[in-house]
């Protein structure tokens, strides 16, 4: 037999071995999940979908704990919330590690507070929540710099004299604006043209890390990463902000002043000066750059799109729009500005909030962990560095703690006197050691910004409420929801 048939057939041979086999044996002791194929894994099992919709059928034969083989790479997936919560609490340092997304990788490459693992994630998020809180989180600073900007909005959105908008960039450059003021010492007008540029680029490269062509990449990055494509508009998006923020990070550097620090690049400045001649600090230029990176796109984005899908569902909900208005009629009344110390009085306006972040599902698969160390979960090996997904979605829309987990009812935080109620399955912001770190800021602006707009403004819609449709836009890594017209009329 001639030597090219003889090799032929021993590849075809080698390529049926793995097929039969499916994982491999280092994987064995993985949780159970469909058999993948070489290369391929379970693209066969994928739903076109998306990745969620992929995941929530996968687990209905598989179980709550299962493998899914995302092109070549076995991948755990957590469903429900006792789950979730079993490994990022009870399992916290096992599973603190911060796995990779594969459109973005190649720019912040495991640097910064939210994408890094180990130690250099432990030093750079207690620097970073230390100087956030002394720069307004926490304290009633940040809240008197989210109502001024609550009433720049409410003065702007009177300019347009109840005619529709879109709210995106305005909700965007609300929230903007609260982590600009601490991260770079500043607010932009909602006319600067460079600002709303640069909104733009995030408001785009979400939506471009949320397509189906982005999922299909985290599948097959390997090899899709040498061909055009979306990951490619999204390294040149996130590299125009980079830049920008680069020279943000020369102007500070231009004119600080060590003994008055004026925001958080400042006092990172302050670090790396302090640490220059230790060759293993991790306060460096690449660390900073990628950190002010996370925050600019976790404090903005996450809670404008909050905000753009709570008016959506208030549009579309306009009884529950009312009963808030009542609510804040009766407790703030339509002369004083809101504050937190009205939250407390006010448990239908509180557990709207958690409706609006429960239903929208903002991370529906919630940002890829890894495993620090070789760890025994529920009876299964996980090797060292393994991925794993914590589905927050499934929490969120666990039935056994919301009684119509796929329909919008504030009732699903509300006990039976009206009090708000608390819910273990409330994991919008996640949860264990790398739950988000701008939590406390989130929840202060979602009330802060909502109780002052329905407090100034009864809503309307070109649309009739029965017609709007609350399908996202996209929906991966990030659910965007569809763009809309809204009218805000002065009340």
């Known amino acids: 037999m001639e030597p090219s048939v003889l090799l032929l057939l021993a590849l075809l041979t080698g390529f049926l071995l793995l097929l039969i086999r499916g994982q491999p044996k280092a994987y064995s002791r993985l949780p159970p999940g469909p058999r993948p194929l070489p290369f391929l894994g379970n693209l066969l099992q994928m739903d076109r979908g998306g990745l969620l919709k992929s995941f929530i059928k996968l687990r209905d034969k598989h179980g709550d704990v299962f493998t899914v083989h995302l092109g070549p790479r076995p991948v755990v997936m957590l469903y429900g919330t006792e789950t979730i919560k079993e490994a990022l609490v009870d399992h916290s340092d096992a599973f603190s ?7 973005i990788q190649p720019i912040v490459q495991d640097y910064g507070v939210i994408f890094s693992s180990g130690e250099r994630w432990k030093t750079l998020r207690r620097f970073s929540l230390a100087t956030m809180r002394d720069f307004g989180m926490g304290k009633r600073s940040v809240e008197e710099r989210i109502k001024e900007e609550a009433q720049c909005l409410v003065e702007e959105l009177k300019k347009y004299e ?5 709210p995106t960039f305005l909700f965007q450059c609300i929230t903007a604006n609260i982590i600009c ?6 607010r932009f007008d909602y006319t600067d043209h460079q600002f709303l540029h640069l909104l733009d680029l995030f408001y785009q490269t979400l939506s471009l890390i949320s397509s189906f062509s982005s999922q299909l990449f985290e599948l097959f990055s390997a090899v899709l990463k040498y061909f055009p494509g979306t990951h490619r508009q999204i390294s040149k998006n996130i590299q125009e902000i980079l830049n920008y923020i680069g020279h943000s990070v020369e102007q500070h550097k231009a004119t600080l002043d060590p003994s008055a620090p004026r925001d958080f690049i400042d006092t990172y400045l302050l670090r790396m000066e302090k640490e220059k001649s230790n060759h293993h600090t991790e306060f460096h230029h690449q660390n900073l750059l990628i950190s002010v990176l996370s925050l600019f796109f976790a404090g ?4 404008s799109t909050t905000l753009r899908y709570g008016f959506l569902l208030m549009l579309k909900y306009p009884h529950v729009a009312e009963k808030v208005q009542k ?3 009766q407790v703030i009344s339509a002369h004083h500005v809101p504050t937190l110390e009205d939250r407390i009085k006010m448990p239908y306006t509180e557990a709207v909030i958690h409706e609006i972040q429960r239903f929208s599902d903002l991370a529906p698969i919630g940002l890829p962990h890894t495993v620090t160390k070789d760890t025994v979960f529920r009876g299964y090996l996980l090797p060292k560095n393994t991925e794993v997904y914590p589905i927050l979605s499934s929490a969120l829309h666990d ?3 919301f009684e119509q987990p796929d329909k919008f009812n504030p009732e699903h935080f509300l006990d039976a006197n009206g009090a708000l109620k608390k819910s273990e399955a409330f994991l919008p912001f996640s949860t264990g050691k790398r739950i988000c770190l701008g939590e406390g800021i989130a929840r202060n602006e979602l009330f802060l910004f909502f109780t002052a707009l329905l ?7 070109p649309v009739a409420p029965e017609d709007i449709d609350l399908t996202p836009k996209e929906s991966g890594f990030v659910k965007i929801p569809p763009v809309y017209r809204i009218c805000f009329l002065p009340r």
Not at 97 to 103: F, N, Q, S
Not at 162 to 166: F, V
Not at 300 to 303: A, P, R
Not at 455 to 461: D, G, K, P, V
């Open 97 to 103: 590690g911060r796995g990779a997304i594969a459109v």
């Open 162 to 166: 109840g005619a529709p908008l879109d």
């Open 181 to 186: 003021s601490i991260v770079f010492g500043e």
């Open 300 to 303: 903005t984005e996450t809670t």
């Open 327 to 329: 609510e804040i009629d």
């Open 399 to 401: 039935p056994q703690y």
């Open 455 to 461: 407090q100034n403004f009864s809503l309307s819609s």
